[in-house]
């Protein structure tokens, strides 16, 4: 395992493109490109602001910077580096953006302040019909601090601009299927929940239906496209299982009266479901009857024989006694020994794990299973139980390398295979 050598990054903005060619990372108000093997700066644009939100399009050809505070959404092309878009909401307040599926649209969600009828935009073209008139009109179109919401859908080749209203405020609420074919919106209106379907390639509505829920909390598409996963809030265990066409196909749940639903999951192959709970369990919906197949837990204690567990150890270095000061300096105040060695030892059953004990007087306890992962072959399934703070890193396409980002700086972390390193795998401070 290599390492290369640390660069500047603000606000955890570091993503690998999806082509694995490039690496693109945020300093502020700067945006530098690099060449994902060598990590030569490729291209570096400046934005108006501090960047708060960057994303690749799915060609790799573009990335987004948006600029929440200011209302900003710059665009900007590596095969023309002097082409450049500017999206000015105006008084629309910016609270999300993000790429469609073919790389040539981008969604903004925004929340104005504006009476019913009024339109805020900068676009001058307005040929293209606001999505969604057919829908009577409705004075609940707020979110739950009282400001409308609005998703602009602006496009990068015809200028075009189409609106869909009624967005839910909820973290998942956007969801395209894999061959970007079509998009599932969250929408909230009279205090009541409805899911619609739009096409992708013209965003004209194909189907609107309600929800069951309290408080629609997230929703999912399978990797085929053919069902779409809707889960209620925590506070209530619920899944619900659609259709393209919007038909109920089935409901799951668990147990009342507690924490529910907290991650959600599909595997590759879409023949299963992951359903991750605050009860520390997770449980496999299979795709036939919908039924749970079987339910997986996180013990205090691993007692199966064939269960192989790996502890890590670590082992530090003899210390240079010689070199020492005496009396010691501030600096003395840090370990002694600043690199050590580690690696994992396969550990004998029975084993006892460590485990966080969640503060219950506390609002959104650290308690549930927070991730969920399967391979990419759907044979494996990875889970986490007990949520803790953690920075980020993100892996190359390829999977040969990951980013580790912390919260001023980041580096490459090349894994050593068959074929290799890449050329930035090199020295650091003298050692590899």
């Given at each position: ?222 990797p085929n496209g053919c ?46 479901l992951a359903i991750g ?52 300096s501030r600096a003395g ?100």
């Open positions: 395992m290599n390492f290369s050598e640390v660069f500047k990054l603000s606000s955890l903005l570091c993503k690998f493109s999806p082509d694995g060619k490039y690496l693109a990372s945020c300093v502020q108000y700067r945006l530098v490109v690099r060449d994902a093997s060598t990590l030569q700066i490729l291209q570096l644009y400046t934005c108006l602001d501090q960047v708060q939100h960057m994303e690749w399009s799915a060609d790799s050809l573009f990335i987004l910077c948006a600029m929440y505070k200011r209302g900003l959404v710059q665009v900007w092309s590596l095969e023309q580096p002097e082409w450049h878009c500017k999206i000015d909401e105006g008084s629309a307040g910016l609270v999300a953006s993000c790429w469609s599926p073919d790389g040539r649209h981008i969604l903004n969600t925004t929340e104005f302040h504006a009476p019913s009828g009024v339109t805020n935009t900068t676009c001058s073209n307005r040929r293209q019909p606001c999505l969604g008139v057919h829908l009577p009109r409705c004075s609940s179109t707020e979110c739950l601090c009282g400001h409308k919401l609005r998703i602009t859908v602006w496009s990068l080749c015809t200028k075009s601009v189409s609106y869909i209203k009624y967005p839910k405020a909820c973290l998942q609420g956007i969801t395209f299927t894999r061959d970007g074919r079509y998009m599932a919106l969250a929408e909230r209106r009279d205090c009541k929940d409805y899911v619609s379907i739009l096409v992708c390639s013209d965003w004209q509505l194909l189907r609107h239906f309600d929800t069951d829920t309290q408080d629609l909390a997230g929703l999912e598409w399978a069902v779409l996963a809707v889960w209620d809030t925590c506070l209530e265990y619920k899944m619900l299982l659609y259709s393209l066409d919007g038909r109920l196909l089935s409901v799951f749940c668990a147990y009342e009266w507690s924490l529910g639903i907290k991650s959600v999951a599909w595997s590759p192959s879409s023949q299963f709970s605050y009860d520390g369990k997770v449980r496999l919906l299979n795709h036939v009857t919908w039924k749970m197949i079987t339910e997986f837990g996180h013990p205090a204690a691993v007692n199966n024989p064939k269960t192989v567990v790996y502890k890590e150890a670590k082992k530090s270095p003899p210390l240079a006694l010689g070199h020492l000061s005496f009396p010691p105040a840090c370990p002694l020994t600043a690199t050590a060695e580690s690696r994992y030892e396969v550990a004998s059953v029975p084993v006892s794990l460590q485990t966080l004990k969640p503060a219950a007087d506390r609002a959104n306890p650290r308690m549930g299973v927070g991730m969920l992962a399967f391979s990419a072959d759907s044979y494996f399934l990875a889970t986490r139980n007990g949520d803790f703070l953690v920075l980020s890193l993100c892996w190359h396409p390829s999977g040969d390398s990951l980013a580790l980002l912390s919260k001023d700086h980041f580096c490459l972390c090349f894994l050593e295979t068959k074929e290799g390193t890449g050329a930035a795998a090199g020295l650091r401070d003298g050692h590899v």
